[in-house]
């Protein structure tokens, strides 16, 4: 979709928040908009306010328990979801009908790019809880025509079994659940690239599925292509990986996406990712900072679509990167070069001070019956590709813990001085 298509859309949806959403109206009257037709062009979009999480967090403490970022009245709001409060107090968010369909249009173009059908079976590997987590993915299923295979509550046991009585075709989760689910079918004998029918895996909530190390993992592990997207639950499912599986498309359908560099605000290559969702009307972000650091692709993409590319993904959080002796390291490139290793069964890493200098340990789980060799390698192959001395440590097989949701792998010791570098 051109800009002004865009453009056109957001002065529609403007017209409606302006007049009724007391937070927005607030943000854009002290900014000099008061009409739907101020933003008339690209230039014009650029000079309207960012908004933070921070923001949004404080307007609910203050109004609770849903802020002031509402566009109708409370009975018109059909759907309440919360964020995962991975990088703060959760934030609570409401759909109306409306909104929850175009949410599961964004879905269906994830559907799409994967190749899923009507005929498809589906299993969401998802506990169902307030967390909008694949909540949504079950709604586009929907829409599409799609079974879905309840499992909420399951155990992974009870959810190979189910992905193997109904000949699942296609299975969703976290990249890190996905594998957790075969290391247990594997530990019960199944190898499941032999004897499941899923033949597309669709993944969110970390980078993994867009990191060659992980995505070959998976798809070794079940037999099956894997595919990145990206959303979250106060802007929703903007990220598409299609057939081609060289990077994430923004949905530029749905959102007005920029990338901007963190310090400066000016459009960049690479940077953060600012975004406007257009479907939302009833609880709507404008210039939202999501806080993920990506960089733009060069070059149309095979597929033909006409919407920009990122590459490789969401390449991490800027405020999970960890400066360790000046060096910005993201958890994504550690796991990148750690699960290269194909003996590497789980890592964990840790950051502390020793007073003078900072310490990056991590922790593996191997399967070689010579378990130092491979930590002696992971911390040559870290030492080669970031310029960074680890102390990388082995652990017997099962002591890591495993994650069904997102994975909290590196932990941050450090004073908070020393964190910010």
């Not at 998976?218 to 802007?235: K, L, N, S």
Request: aromatic share 8%.
């Amino acid at each position: 979709m051109d800009i002004q298509t865009q453009l056109h859309r957001f002065r529609k949806m403007l017209a409606s928040v302006l007049e009724t959403n007391a937070f927005y109206r607030q943000k854009l009257t002290e900014a000099g908009i008061t009409d739907p037709n101020d933003v008339q062009t690209l230039d014009n979009y650029r000079q309207l306010p960012f908004t933070t999480k921070e923001e949004l967090s404080t307007d609910q403490v203050s109004h609770p328990p849903y802020g002031t970022n509402l566009t109708f009245p409370l009975a018109q709001y059909t759907c309440l979801h919360r964020t995962s409060g991975t990088t703060g107090e959760p934030l609570r968010w409401l759909d109306t009908a409306e909104s929850w369909d175009w949410w599961g249009r964004c879905w269906g173009e994830i559907y799409r790019g994967a190749g899923v059908t009507s005929a498809d079976r589906l299993m969401i590997a998802f506990s169902f809880g307030p967390f909008i987590g694949f909540w949504s993915a079950y709604h586009g299923a929907q829409m599409l025509g799609a079974l879905t295979i309840p499992n909420g509550g399951m155990t992974s046991d009870q959810r190979i079994r189910a992905i193997l009585s109904n000949d699942v075709t296609v299975l969703i989760a976290t990249p890190t659940y996905a594998l957790r689910l075969a290391e247990v079918a594997e530990q019960d004998g199944i190898n499941l690239s032999e004897t499941s029918s899923v033949r597309v895996t669709i993944h969110a909530g970390e980078p993994g599925a867009s990191l060659p190390a992980t995505k070959e993992r998976i798809e070794m592990r079940w037999g099956a292509r894997a595919y990145d997207h990206a959303g979250a639950t106060e802007v929703g499912a903007w990220g598409v990986m299609c057939a081609s599986q060289a990077g994430l498309h923004l949905n530029e359908d749905e959102f007005i996406c920029e990338v901007l560099d963190p310090e400066t605000g000016d459009p960049a290559d690479e940077g953060e990712l600012v975004i406007t969702n257009l479907g939302r009307v009833g609880m709507p972000v404008i210039r939202y900072r999501t806080g993920d650091y990506v960089k733009l692709k060069s070059g149309a993409c095979a597929c033909g679509r006409e919407s920009r590319v990122l590459d490789g993904g969401v390449i991490g959080r800027i405020d999970n990167a960890l400066i360790i002796r000046g060096l910005n390291v993201y958890p994504a490139t550690l796991e990148n070069i750690i699960l290269k290793f194909p003996d590497v069964q789980e890592f964990a890493g840790r950051v502390y001070g020793t007073g003078t200098l900072d310490e990056l340990e991590i922790q593996i789980e191997s399967t070689n019956p010579n378990p130092a060799d491979t930590a002696t390698a992971v911390a040559a192959a870290i030492r080669d590709e970031l310029g960074l001395r680890v102390i990388v440590k082995t652990v017997p097989l099962g002591t890591l813990p495993r994650y069904e949701l997102k994975s909290k792998r590196f932990t941050d010791e450090r004073p908070l001085q020393r964190k910010a570098g």
